[in-house]
Structures are given as C-alpha cells and as structure tokens.
C-alpha cells in the first residue's frame, strides 16, 4: 500500500477512535429469565409488544413460556414469523410495518443470528421513517433513538450478535450494513436453558466464528485494557469448551459459549473487526456463502499476513491458553499457537479450502473487502487490494 494511503487511513482510524468515547455506546442489561421481562417493560410503562422470530421458533415451547409470561403481566403482543436465514430488506419492512399497525412500543428478538439482526434493523427502521432502503451508513451519521429492544440470543453466535451493526441481505443477494450505536439492545436474556440444543456441525463453525472475530478484535490497534481482558478470557473459554459444546451433552457448556460470546461483544462493539470479516463478507455477497465457515478459512491465513507485528499478541494468547510456558520465546509462541488454531479446525472438521470462489472474481472480492475495512477497522497491518488478492488465493481450492 502506498504511504500516503496508509496515513490516510490511520488518520481516519484514529480520528474515529477519538469519537467512539462520545458516541451512545453501551451493553445490553442482562437478565437471567423471562420472568424478568414484563417488569422490565412495565418500569419503562410499555404495555404492548412486537415479537420477531422464525418459523423454526414458533413451534417451540420456548415462545409459549414467553407469551405467558407477558399476557399473564397484562402486556399485548403481536408476532413476526416469517425472518429468513439470511434476513432481508423485505423482512425489516414486513416487521416494521406490523410494528407500526399494532401500535408496538417495544421489540423483542427471539431467535438465533437471523431474528436478532432483523430486529436490530427493524429498530432502525422506525427509527429512521422515511428511510426506505437502509444501507451502510456512517456511525456518526444515525443519532437518533430506536424502540425499546430486548434480544433473546438462542445460539453462542447469536448471543455475540449484539452489536451496532446488523447485516441484512438485498433481494439480489447484496449484503448491506446498518451501523448505529442505538440499536444495541437494550436488554439480553441470558439464561442458558434458552440456549437450544443445535446440530453438532453448526455449534463448531458457530462458536469457531465467534472465536475468530474475539481474536480479531483483540489484534487491533484500538485495544484498551478493559477490552483486552474481555476478549482474552472469552477466548480461553472458547477454546477450552469448543469441543464439548458441539455435543450438546452439557447445559453448563453451552452456558459458557453463551458467556464468552457476550464477553467478545462487549469488546468487538469498540474494536470492530478486521480484513477477515471484509473479506468474508464479500465472498457472502457475492456467493451466498456461510459468512462463519469463510472467517474461519481465513482465519490462520490472515494472522500469517500480519506477522511478526502480532507475535507479541499471539504469544500472549498461547501463554493464557496454556500451549506454552513462559520461557517460549515469542516467535515460537505465536507460530504454535497458529498451528494449534489449525489443529483445532482439523479436530472439527473444518475443511481450510474453499472451493466456490472463482479466480476471475479475487480483484472485485479483494477491492470490497478493502473498500470496508482500511477506512474502519484499526487492523495490525494495512493492505491494498493486491495483498488482499493474495490472501483470498491461498483459500482457494
């Protein structure tokens, strides 16, 4: 990248890092049961509710005990059934409508990654009225509030997901991004009960992606104490309970995904994310690829771009994860921790090739991903196009 470029990019970076003190920035309250939501709605004198789920969800007990608890509190509720898995532009407008003629005051996310996005837009949405076709706006340009949000995250992965910056998909597949500190939730329920049992398959690339982004985070330049403590314990819990999620055999497991995913939150609504998620979100844009199964492919082989300025990091990392001892030297520590993030995919089976992406597609894929991320994301090293290029190559089979 050129030099002048690269200035450019860390003088917006920091000039960003500068405002994110200012910015309505704040965490979900946490609470342990449903029990607990009618009293909250009922402090803030909210009486009559929009659910947001799946038909997955709907036929389970799960949403019963929810509607009980809020119709015994005298709180009336209408329901949104029909989010996708890759939620759309035409299920924010569907939900917000419904939102508006049942006179709703507050929403609740029921669901996995899909139902929480999709209610984080539809809180932008009537936020934003008049605004009909949301796209990826910049974080200080949306500053007003949205209704009152309550997620209930299903999966680990969906407890990570509340964050600003929902990603919704476009009728033709485009993915596009809302960015606004106001639509972080209000409330969270936690309670690992909720937290359903999931296709083995799915936990490992669910919590793998957690994983990733917990670590890209903790790379970035914009690291702070508070943070790095955050994501470096929810990155040992993920690393030692992996394997035993993908199971299900345990509720105390699940527990703990569901806790370092919240604590990877916490930290990743300050970071943000890197060339990984760039990347893989524009593989997912123009492939309809599994945005998780791509950051984990990358994953290994982005960390490899940014040494040896990460090796300090990662040896810390592998100290705290017990792969090494404290005599390792640092270049050793870093390069067994990379090789032990390899083997911890091989025991998952996840395949560290790609075989969708066509060669004649890496420049644009390669010019997206760095249209988003150099401008944004404080990454260890900058990248152009190019080297960006050469990173997507390498995951080709």
Do not use: W
Not at 55 to 65: G, Q
Not at 69 to 74: A, G, H
Request: proline letters at 5%; one cysteine or more; a positive charge.
């Amino acid at each position: 990248m050129k030099i002048l470029d690269k200035i450019y990019y860390r003088i917006h970076q920091k000039y960003i890092r500068a405002m994110i003190p200012f910015l309505p920035k704040r965490q979900p309250e946490l609470v342990d049961h449903f029990s607990e939501i009618p009293i909250e709605l009922k402090v803030r004198h909210i009486s009559r509710v929009l659910i947001i789920t799946n038909k997955k969800v709907i036929n389970t007990a799960l949403i019963s005990d929810l509607i009980n608890y809020l119709v015994s509190s005298n709180i009336s509720i209408s329901i949104y059934q029909d989010v996708k898995d890759e939620p759309s532009l035409e299920n924010v407008l569907e939900a917000a409508l419904e939102y508006l003629k049942t006179g709703s005051q507050a929403i609740i996310a029921l669901g996995g990654s899909s139902a929480i996005n999709c209610a984080k837009s539809v809180a932008a949405k009537i936020a934003l009225t008049g605004i009909k076709n949301p796209k990826k706006t910049s974080i200080f340009k949306v500053l007003k509030k949205a209704p009152f949000l309550i997620a209930i995250p299903l999966t680990a992965k969906a407890g990570s997901n509340l964050t600003q910056a929902p990603l919704l998909t476009k009728p033709l597949g485009i993915e596009q991004q809302i960015d606004n500190f106001y639509i972080i939730p209000d409330l969270a329920v936690l309670n690992p009960i909720k937290t359903i049992p999931i296709p083995e398959e799915l936990a490992a690339t669910s919590g793998f992606d957690v994983l990733t982004f917990a670590i890209e985070a903790y790379l970035n330049n914009s690291l702070d104490k508070e943070s790095e403590m955050s994501l470096i314990e929810s990155i040992y819990i993920i690393y030692k309970t992996i394997e035993r999620a993908c199971k299900n055999d345990c509720e105390e497991i699940r527990e703990k995904m569901t806790f370092a995913a919240s604590l990877a939150f916490s930290a990743f609504s300050k970071l943000y994310a890197g060339y990984i998620n760039a990347l893989a979100q524009a593989c997912r844009e123009m492939y309809n690829l599994d945005h998780r199964l791509i950051s984990i492919v990358l994953l290994p082989v982005v960390l490899r771009s940014y040494q040896p300025v990460i090796n300090k990091k990662l040896h810390k990392l592998a100290l705290r994860l017990e792969m090494i001892n404290k005599d390792t030297p640092v270049s050793k520590g870093a390069e067994i921790f990379l090789n032990e993030i390899n083997k911890l995919q091989e025991r998952l089976g996840i395949s560290a090739k790609v075989d969708t992406i066509k060669i004649e597609d890496v420049p644009v894929l390669a010019y997206r991903a760095a249209e988003v991320a150099n401008s944004l994301y404080p990454v260890p090293i900058l990248m152009d196009n190019k080297e960006l290029e050469q990173i997507l190559y390498q995951i080709i089979e």
